[in-house]
């Protein structure tokens, strides 16, 4: 069996396929593909939301929707999900339960992999340069994350705690756990194993 470190890594492909899907709609891709990849790429401008007069917000790092959307996709939708089966590797912080730091960071470079996909749908790239291209972004953001926490401890609690709320669609996933931990209430453990079979 795997552990839920080695799960959080196995494909790739599938956090980017549900990345792209999701894609050209969230940052409205259209025939200049590649000129509004670079420009998205350009400063990691694809993490943050935009404001209404299409200024961005570098107040908000990763909270465009479509974070939420493709954390919820690959690690939070049904039974069989990372979040359900592993709900305790999820980090805590301030009594909030948040998103680990690995896991946006695969969701991040699966997004930005989409997106150069589609800005370079033409371009038939190598598997090796598509492999380095990942792992490069994989780095930058992960460089990017240390960088927000060691500046701003709480401000980085916060902003994973709320990818967590967003992505676990608040209350699905606590009123499992509120089911557990009610049930578990009613037990007098004082006389649990003493009755006869």
């Known amino acids: 069996m795997r552990t839920a470190d080695e799960r959080l890594h196995l494909d790739r492909g599938t956090y980017k396929h549900s990345a792209k899907n999701l ?12 000129q509004a990849f670079l420009g998205l790429t350009d400063q990691l401008a694809y993490i943050f939301p935009v404001k209404a007069n299409n200024v961005i917000d570098y107040d908000n790092p990763f909270m ?5 959307q493709v954390l919820y996709e690959n690690f939070f939708k049904g039974p069989q999900s990372f979040a359900f089966r592993y709900g305790a590797s999820f980090p805590v912080a301030h009594s909030r339960k948040e998103i680990p730091i690995d896991m946006l960071c695969l969701v991040t470079t699966a ?28 780095a930058d953001v992960m460089r990017f994350l240390v960088a927000l926490k060691n500046r701003s401890p709480y401000g980085f609690s916060t902003m994973m705690a709320k990818l967590y ?4 669609h608040g209350q699905q996933l606590q009123s499992r756990v509120n089911r557990v931990r009610d049930a578990l209430a009613k037990i007098n453990f004082d006389k649990l194993g003493t009755g006869s079979l």
């Open 23 to 34: 894609v050209r709609t969230e940052y409205g891709l259209d025939e200049n593909n590649l």
């Open 64 to 68: 465009r929707p479509i974070f939420p």
């Open 111 to 138: 997004i930005y992999m989409a997106l150069h996909d589609i800005a370079y749908e033409n371009d038939r790239l190598s598997i090796q340069r598509k492999a380095a291209s990942w792992d490069a972004e994989y």
């Open 165 to 168: 709320e967003q992505a676990s």
